[in-house]
Structure formats: structure tokens, C-alpha cells
């Protein structure tokens, strides 16, 4: 599969993108890396579909990688044969999956996935399963110290803690009739294949709970829960907002949230949150996202609601092009994103754990706007792949210490309104937060 050519940074440029990017990882002397005797690859980037080698480690650096390997694009180590790490662009290797470059590419073909991994047809998903990215440029810290002779923390600086943001997008703060109609028709739906199907209890299920959904009370409103588990866990949250004023369609009825931020319990709300030092971010309508005009009437309508500047966000559904959403942001005056990751799996989009400035390659030069990748979310481990306690929890523990591990940077993402037992998620939301405050992280690439 090919497409049009994406124009890729000169070397100087990419190498003084990623020591930049990761400047966290080395407090002082960065630059050193820079010496480092890596390879130049001269090849093309001509596939929109990324294609991973395996490359084995040196036994001092093993424990950068996933049992002692990285795994890198090919476009990174051109020829023949096993590869040897010697022989590896390091440098490129980086830069095209912390760029999602083949994701860009991939975009100009065939247009935005909008965040649904499915629609990346015959990718091998093991390139979102680790941030990668930060493994090999810890590698390249090892590494740089390994040549020097010099404990990497004394050439470098300790490695920071890992920082992960705990964040709920809020969709809905009761059950409007709108939702009820929706839901109930999505279970009653369900409930009338299964019963053709003759799966006589899975039928039956969708009917008890299309029962207790139309009959529990109405109420969505979640917010003092939250914010005391949370506070119990010494976790600062971020909530983010709709704040669309337009006149209601059906469309928008059924696809964005409906509540309006100038009623009194919002009023108070934004208070409690002030009060808290929690973060208050916009969530861009549906059809927002690449439209600057839509932010930042929504942005501006959000921070006249809750009294602080907002310059937050995360898109309603995920709705992301790397086209025109970031540039759009930024334009409307946002100066973080977190929309990064997939609807349907937990992941890393951009095989990274990295708050950073990405590189815009219509400019060539970097965006304003930074983007805070998030690497799960609630319906990962119910809507779209049902699964046990057990399993669920040790899923949630998997993608966390992934984070912690490699020191890391990201945001999660548990919406308010599946603490009701309409959805009866809070479950997991116990299961993230006691990941987040819990013992036993690994601590593997600290040194
Ligand atoms: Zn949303």
C-alpha cells in the first residue's frame, strides 16, 4: 500500500525534536545524546502501514525493552537478515511512532479514523501495546551512559516520577428523555436479535436492564462521589465540560451531551471544583472537530460559566484528525489535548507516554499545542470488550504500571455518569484508582 510522501524533518531537526521532547528524562545534559554513533537510514518512507522488527538488546540495556526486545518500524533498520542493534535508526524509530506518522499517512490515504483502531485495517496492534517510544529513548540514555562510563543518573539526572491525570468527561448528568428513549431502544434491540438467535437469557438480560433503566431515578449527578474517592487518593482531577449553545437538532440531541451550564447546581459545582484545584476542561461538541470557530465559542462559553481561563480539552467521542483538529485547537486558544487514543482499545495511539509538543508536518515545525495522550477509558473493559473482575483489574494494572514503568506521562479517562448502577461501572473506577495509589509499581527502568 503506498501514498503520497510525507516531507520528514532534516536529522538535525528530528534529533533536536526528540532530545527536546523528552527533555524530562534528562534534567541536565541532554545534548550529550546527540553524540551517540547511531545510523542514518536513507530509505523512503513510503508505507502507510507500519510493519514491526523485533530488535534484541544488549544484556546492560535489557530491561529497557519487553523481554529484553524493542520493537521498531522497519523503515528504521532497512536490509536483510536479523537485524542487529547497532545497525538501527534510533533516531527515526522514535520520531515515526511518536509522531504516528503512519497514522498520518494512513489519514491521507484514506481519510480520519476518527479513533477507531478497527478502521486501520490489517495493522498489527502490538505497536499501541507499550510506549515504546520512551522505552528506546531510555535505551538511548543507557546507552549514552554505557559508552561514557558513567551512572546514567550522574550524567543525566534522576529519572522524573511517572504523571498520570485522572480525567472525566461529562456526558450527561441525568437521565434525559432523549437517553432514555436511546438507550432503551439500543437494549430493546438487543434483546429482540438475542431472542431470535435463541439465546433466551441474553434476551432476557437486555430486558431486566432496559426495565431498570426506564424505572430507576434520573439523577446522573456524581460529582461529590468523585470528588471524594478521589480526595481520599490524593488524585487531582480534570472535568471537561460541553458548553454548546446552539439550538438542539436530532442529531445533536443524540450525539452530544445536554445539560445547561448556567443552572444553579452548575454554579455550585464550578465553586466546589475551584474550591478543590480541580481542573476544568472544555469537551468539543461532535461536529467540532475542525472547526476553531465551534471551540472557541464553546471555550468561551465555558470559561464564562466557571469563572477560570480554560485551555484544556478532549474531543466528545474521540472525534480526531491529525489533519486539522490539533491546528484547529490550538487556533481556539487551547494549549492541551488529551484526546489522543482509541474508542474500542485501551492503547498507546502514539506508541508513547509523553506530554509533549508534537511536530506539525504540514509546517514543518512543531505545534503550540501540546498533547497528553490518554491510555484507557471505562467502555474498554465493558461496552467493548466485556470481561471478568479479575480480568478487568489486572487489564487496568497492566496499562498503568506500562506508564509507571517507563516514567511516563498520560491521562485516563472514567465518565461520571457510569457510576450509576444504570451502567454499574464504578467497579472499575475503584479498580483505577486503587492502581493509581497502590504498591507494587515496577520501577524496572529506574536506575
Ligand atoms: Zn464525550
Known amino acids: 500500500m503506498h501514498t503520497e510522501l510525507m516531507r520528514l524533518p532534516s536529522r538535525k531537526e528530528m534529533v533536536h525534536h526528540i532530545i527536546t521532547s523528552f527533555g524530562r528524562y534528562w534534567p541536565k545534559k541532554g545534548a550529550v545524546l546527540s553524540s551517540l554513533p547511531i545510523k542514518e537510514c536513507e530509505c523512503a518512507m513510503t508505507m502507510c502501514k507500519p510493519v514491526l522488527v523485533s530488535i534484541d538488546l544488549p544484556e546492560w540495556a535489557a530491561n529497557c525493552g519487553v523481554g529484553g526486545a524493542l520493537l521498531i518500524p522497519s523503515e528504521a533498520c532497512p536490509g536483510t537478515g536479523t537485524p542487529q542493534w547497532q545497525e538501527v535508526d534510533w533516531w527515526l524509530a522514535v520520531f515515526l511512532l511518536l509522531e504516528a506518522w503512519h497514522e498520518r499517512m494512513w489519514e491521507r490515504a484514506f481519510g480520519s479514523v476518527h479513533s477507531y483502531s478497527l478502521r486501520l485495517k490489517g495493522w498489527n496492534g502490538q505497536i499501541w501495546d507499550h510506549a515504546w517510544a520512551n522505552r528506546i529513548v531510555l535505551f538511548l540514555r543507557r546507552w549514552s551512559a554505557h559508552l561514557h562510563a558513567s551512572p546514567e543518573n550522574e550524567l543525566f539526572g534522576p529519572l522524573p516520577e511517572a504523571e498520570i491525570l485522572m480525567t472525566h468527561d461529562v456526558d450527561a448528568v441525568e437521565k434525559t428523555g432523549a437517553i432514555r428513549l436511546k438507550q432503551s431502544l439500543f437494549m430493546g434491540f438487543n434483546a429482540f436479535r438475542a431472542f431470535f438467535k435463541g439465546e433466551w437469557r441474553r434476551a432476557g438480560s437486555n430486558i431486566k436492564k ?39 437538532t436530532l442529531k445533536r440531541l443524540l450525539f452530544d451531551p445536554q445539560y445547561d451550564l448556567t443552572e444553579p447546581r452548575f454554579i455550585r459545582l464550578f465553586e466546589q471544583l475551584r474550591a478543590r484545584n480541580a481542573l476544568i476542561g472544555l469537551h468539543p461538541t461532535f461536529d467540532s472537530w475542525k472547526s476553531t470557530e465551534l471551540m472557541e465559542a464553546q471555550r468561551l462559553r465555558l470559561e464564562s460559566a466557571c469563572g477560570v481561563p480554560v485551555r484544556i480539552s478532549r474531543q466528545h467521542w474521540l472525534r480526531f484528525a491529525w489533519e486539522s483538529t490539533l491546528i484547529s485547537l490550538e487556533k481556539a486558544g487551547i494549549e492541551l489535548d488529551t484526546t489522543l487514543m482509541f474508542n474500542d ?21 512543531r505545534y503550540n499545542i501540546e498533547i497528553l495522550p490518554s491510555v484507557l477509558m471505562d467502555s474498554h ?14 487489564s487496568i494494572s497492566f496499562w498503568i504500571r506500562e506508564v509507571e514503568s517507563v516514567r511516563g506521562q498520560i491521562a485516563l479517562l472514567w465518565h461520571p455518569h457510569t457510576l450509576s448502577p444504570d451502567y454499574g461501572w464504578k467497579d472499575g473506577f475503584m479498580d483505577v484508582l486503587a492502581c493509581l495509589g497502590g504498591e507494587g509499581s515496577e520501577k524496572t527502568l529506574c536506575t
Not at 381 to 394: G, I
Open 210 to 248: 432496559m426495565a431498570l433503566f426506564l424505572s430507576t431515578g434520573s439523577s446522573w449527578w456524581f460529582f461529590d462521589e468523585i470528588l471524594a474517592l478521589e480526595s481520599a487518593g490524593a488524585v487531582r482531577p480534570c472535568f471537561n465540560f460541553s458548553a454548546d449553545d446552539r439550538p438542539g
Open 381 to 394: 473493559f465493558y461496552d467493548y470488550n466485556p470481561m471478568t473482575e479479575k480480568a478487568r483489574r489486572e
Open 345 to 365: 482499545r485501551p492503547g498507546f495511539r502514539a506508541s508513547s507516554a509523553l506530554r509533549w509538543r508534537p511536530f506539525n508536518h504540514e509546517s514543518g515545525k
